[in-house]
């Protein structure tokens, strides 16, 4: 076992490291600048389709998902602990610069995202049972023609899923529910097992109506928490944001307990923990983005963006402020979590509440969220439903994960969840000829009506 992990530990540098993160920004790059930088220049359409649209009721078939309960299925799993703890983190690593490659990270992953949701709408087929279903795995085999490629992504997808979508997160509010409200981990275990076995029941549409439902309180929820806290410490918010745009070309000079963070530290911690929040590359949320009914596989798309902007750009953004305004940051005092936490309390009393609560609840929705990646990832690889078997394994691993067990596992499936951008990355970049084809037939009439269009003939 030691062997392994030290081999995990090597590998793990490696795809979470400055390689993989030159890969991601270099593939959203080149489909950034071959779509015409369409996620900026179209802004006003995408926002007006996508945030104009939130209350505006929709209905979709048996098997599919409404085009908000798609995002809000994938908002689910992508807003979790990293906009927490892992904002938190990157301030602590790279100083409050680290926060300025966040959001730079963002604007990248907007067209990577807008990309990989694009493709796998585009791509989308059915199952035996009539369910809609696509993601990376699909657009790299009948986009792409390369089923081998296609395999090792799903392979990847349906084992990080219990790790990096499960335990971790299960174990996350089990801490934070124990240190807060001194509630035993064994008990929010048995909680979020039970919770989770009667969402998973019902399938797709049942996750799909919960996430719409829970996902728009919990992120307004730790917004409102958020913005109060700011508002109550005002004169430390100009200060905080020259800080951030200062520090992320010239580096933090050391402060107090902090160790002082150069300007590679600070581009490296805000590059990763930006990528690591939104997923923009990571292949995940174009599975649940492919079950929803749309007429174009752009108008799915769009709503990758608002996606990437309300995690990074809104939450993201929202930690790294309270954290950087409360200047806890250069204590040396608070790691992840705990720093926001401690943050928060210093705005009002109760602050803490906030995170913990929003924590708990982000974290449970991204166990939501990735059990149904993990799930159609292990349904393409065997070619079999194995819905039960998984869902059962997967209820397990929450509650173990709860408790603190098998923490070896956790670091290998940390790695697994990063090698799934290999395969999706090389996917899109061969794939961005198609991308654009399809934004330039979108976007030449967007008004038209686009049903019954095969596709799949913008990959000949």
Known sequence: MKTILEVNDYLNNLVWGLPSQILLLGAGILLMVSSGFVVFTKAKYIWASTFGKILSKESADEGHLTPFQAVSTALAATVGTGNIAGVSLAIATGGPGALFWIW???????????????????TATYNAKGQRVGGPMYYIERGLGNKALAKIFALFGGTACFGIGCM???NSIASTLNS?????????????????GLVLIGGVKRIGRLAEKIVPFMALFYILGGVLVLVLNREALLPSLSLIFKSAFTGQAALGGFAGASLSMAMRSGIS????TNEAGLGSAPIAHAAAQTDHPVRQGMWAVFEVFMDTMVVCTITGLVVISSGLWSSGDY??????????ETGFVGGKYIVTIGLSLFAFTTIIGWSYYGEKCIEYLFHRDLALAFRLLYILAAFVGSVGGLQAIWAITDTLNGLMAIPNLIGLVF??????KLVKDFFSDPDSDFSNRDYMEFFS
């Not at 790691?335 to 928060?344: D, E, L, N, R």
Request: hydrophobic share 55%.
């Open 273 to 276: 923990r930006g990528i690591f």
């Open 335 to 344: 790691q992840g979590a705990a720093m926001t936490i401690a943050a928060f």
């Open 180 to 196: 807060s409200f001194n509630i035993p981990s064994q008990l929010t275990g048995m909680i979020i097992a039970i919770l989770l």
């Open 431 to 436: 794939l961005y000829k198609p991308f654009t």
């Open 104 to 122: 730079l990270a963002a604007l990248v992953g907007m067209s990577t995202k807008f990309a990989e949701v694009t493709l796998a709408s585009a």
């Open 168 to 170: 971790t997160q299960s």
